[in-house]
């Protein structure tokens, strides 16, 4: 129920049903309130719509936001907390000392008291243990786990096919409301094949994906996945086949721990134990951080850390099918690097990937084909390799400017006779250029030891206009909260007008 309330479409991609999840919580819920308020009939005797005042709503409330919601131990622990002070103190200082918990859990541990205290014990189970992660919980909530050491796990295989289509897209059309997306999109991914999708920003490469996965519904053409016409199936249908889509930018639970992140992801294995015991230890294998931070809520990693735990994630529900949507967006270089060598541990194990991208050195480092599309159309399919011949694709993924007549030069753009689009030349800048307005200096930050940013200077004058420009992970948005206040630099400084505000706030 968290999970759908914190990311509805990665609850659905991993089968997860919206309907049936809402009632189940809703009918539960009932049920739990129609027994409470039996046992209070009964215990006075009658039923009365005086039986609570506002104070004791208040109270009951009180007591849910303290403990933590969806911690049995925080219940305990807010009845404990609330209770205990309206007992021991007078009236208002019960109340001062509750209103000054609720603030204490807002502001400063926001999974309440329980979630405080069970990190407490794996930081003490750690300390203890030498600083290594304490064992994994059981997946499937049933006795001990398995414990499995490394040396048990092997890789499988890769698949031996035959190259036979496992995804058939024909004649694709896709709109969000009244825009059209994609065009006639025909596409075709062998079993056990790796596949860059390519393409500019809105070209329709994360709405072809979703298309697939039955995230967006298809208005024209068909989609067929290992025989069988899946168009229209919802996410939660295909999931269950074995598609399951990796989002770009946030695929995690952030309300919920990296644990219970993992958990979700099983929900389709849920009653075959092994399974889930065999891939949480393999996904910890190859994301040890995570078994570090297994008691932590996901929506305090890092970004690197959080792609890392979508993809154990999508070992957990051992897809046949995997799409990922951006795996580098937005993430410093070494950290794609590692995620690269998962992405092609996960197919050496026999799992057909699709990889979105817009590194184009991305899709050469780990697919062998590729297709690059373009205002909803396919432009190009075949080896990675020739994208290296096609210098007007590759332009294009930096250079998607108006054309004179206002449109993207783009599949109906101007183009030159051998193909090539055309860049429309730009008037220089005829404003005069003023006193340096904004300046950096030497500005370097690190995150998590990895170099965001390193010694950069640069100078905006008045009446300029500077364009910041690098593919994904370059530093481009770091050096923008480096300016605006949102991220202190570890060193350097920022000028404004010539007066210091590196350590000024945003606001300010």
């Excluded at 998607?400 to 101007?414: E, Q």
């Excluded at 640069?458 to 206040?485: C, H, M, Q, Y």
Aim: charged content about 15%.
């Amino acid at each position: 129920l968290i999970a759908m309330r914190d990311n509805d479409r990665a609850a659905r991609s991993f089968g997860i049903g919206r309907v049936s999840s809402q009632l189940m919580g809703f009918a539960v819920s009932g049920f739990v309130a129609g027994v409470a308020g039996g046992v209070l009939a009964a215990h006075d005797h009658a039923v009365s719509a005086s039986a609570f005042s506002p104070a004791a709503s208040i109270a009951v409330f009180s007591m849910a936001v303290i403990g933590g919601i969806g911690s049995l131990l925080g219940a305990v622990l807010g009845v404990v907390v609330v209770r205990g002070a309206t007992l021991s103190l007078t009236a208002q200082w019960a109340q001062l000392t509750t209103g000054l918990g609720l603030l204490l859990v807002l502001l400063v541990l926001p999974g309440g008291l329980g979630r405080a205290v069970l990190s407490a014990r794996d930081a003490l189970i750690r300390r203890l243990a030498g600083g290594r992660a304490p064992p994994a919980p059981a997946p499937a909530d049933v006795g001990e786990p398995t414990q499995i050491e490394p040396a048990q796990i092997v890789p499988t295989p890769p698949a031996v096919t035959d190259g036979r289509p496992l995804l058939v897209c024909q004649g694709l059309d896709a709109s969000f409301g009244p825009v059209q997306v994609l065009f006639g999109v025909d596409l075709e991914v062998a079993e056990g094949e790796m596949l860059a999708l390519l393409g500019t920003n809105g070209a329709g490469k994360s709405t072809l994906l979703r298309t697939v996965a039955g995230a967006v519904p298809v208005t024209r053409g068909a989609v067929v996945f290992d025989g069988e016409d899946i168009t229209g199936n919802p996410p939660e249908r295909t999931s269950g086949m074995g598609i399951v889509t990796v989002p770009g930018g946030r695929g995690t639970f952030p309300g919920l721990s990296v644990a219970e992140n993992l958990r979700v992801a099983g929900w389709l294995h849920r009653r075959d134990a092994d399974h889930l015991t065999l891939s949480l230890a393999q996904a910890l294998e190859l994301f040890p951080v995570l078994a570090e931070r297994l008691s932590q809520t996901a929506g305090t990693l890092s970004g690197g850390e959080q792609q890392m735990l979508t993809l154990a994630q999508a070992l957990m529900a051992r897809p046949t099918l995997l799409m990922i949507d951006e795996l580098s967006l937005g993430l410093a270089p070494a950290v794609v690097e590692q995620l690269i060598e998962t992405l092609r541990l996960i197919h050496a194990r026999g799992t057909t990937v699709i990889v979105v991208e817009q590194s184009v050195n991305v899709a050469l480092t780990v697919c062998e084909r590729a297709v690059f599309l373009e205002r909803g159309r396919v432009r190009f399919d075949g080896p990675t390799a020739a994208l290296l011949d096609r210098p007007d694709l590759l332009r294009a993924v930096f250079l998607d400017v108006p054309t004179a007549t206002g449109d993207a030069a783009g599949p109906d753009g101007a183009r030159d006779a051998d193909g090539t689009t055309r860049v429309p030349a730009r008037a220089p800048h005829s404003q005069p250029v003023g006193d340096v307005v904004l300046e950096g200096r030497a500005l370097s930050k690190s995150y998590g030891g990895i170099r965001a940013v390193d010694d950069l200077s640069l100078t905006v004058r008045g009446a300029e206009i500077l364009g910041l420009i690098g593919p994904n992970g370059a530093g481009k948005t770091t050096v923008f909260d480096l300016l605006s206040g949102f991220t202190s630099p570890d060193g350097g400084r920022v000028l404004m007008g010539g007066v210091d505000v590196t350590r000024w706030s945003p606001e300010r």
